[in-house]
């Protein structure tokens, strides 16, 4: 499982992830509008657009806020330019990492996360340099307590999902981004709360990292999550237990 899921998990309960709503709506509503732009202002034929919708209402963003967002992106309404970028490069460790940015100002938003990667010990590489070590998932978390990994299990792979992971903190459900919706919907009729449910990039193979260096790996993480430009971070870290409660504390 991956280190960065369970490190979620914990800020989560912290309640540091999007603590300022206006910052978190902001990101949301660029989510809906980039969606939009890329494959239609229909949520019905648009998976993409109907995640970030649902990530927006999850957030309480008010009706009209996601309403104009879409028509940003379909050209409706007048709108910043954004375009996607995807940046890669090394954390300590050697662990891969791969952010995910809108900006409409690409020199200023690469200079800022290169920055960032140094400033904690990393640093930005070239396009492809770690991308072939990911592919895309649909990635489901369940809180630990909510459910047993038997009855996800059984929920899930019949539903279509390919791997169940669990860890005393968190169930982390993976699946191919075809059947992320019939997986999800399986869960939430079962009653079973989601604590996140996403489109990410998953590794094929983990890097498992000590309390010293997980500490280094996550200070970057947050950093990136923490830019106005970033609306995703992927790694290939692997955290056990022990060293995210030990962080937690911290």
Known sequence: MSGHSKWSTIKHKKAVIDARRGRSWGKLARAVTMAAKIGGGSPDDNPRLRLAIDKAKAENMPKDTIEKAVKKGTGELAGESFEEILYEGYAPGGVAVMCKCSTDNRNRTAG?????????????????????????????????????????????????????????????????????????????????????????????????????????????????????DVDAVYSNSDVPDEVIAALAKE
């Open 112 to 228: 800022e996360i290169r920055k960032l990667f140094e400033r904690h010990g990393g640093n930005l590489g070239a396009t492809n340099c770690v991308a072939f070590q990911f592919s895309q998932k649909g990635v489901i978390l369940v809180a630990g307590e909510s459910a047993t990994e038997d009855r996800l299990m059984e929920l899930a792979l019949e539903a279509g999902a390919d791997d169940v992971s669990s860890s005393q903190l968190v169930h982390e459900i993976t699946c191919n981004p075809e059947s992320f919706d019939a997986v999800r919907k399986s869960l939430t009729d079962a009653g079973i709360p989601i604590q996140s449910a996403d489109l990410s990039m998953v590794a094929a193979n983990l890097i498992t990292l000590d309390l010293a260096t997980a500490r280094k790996v996550m200070r970057l993480i947050d950093g990136l999550e923490e830019h106005d």
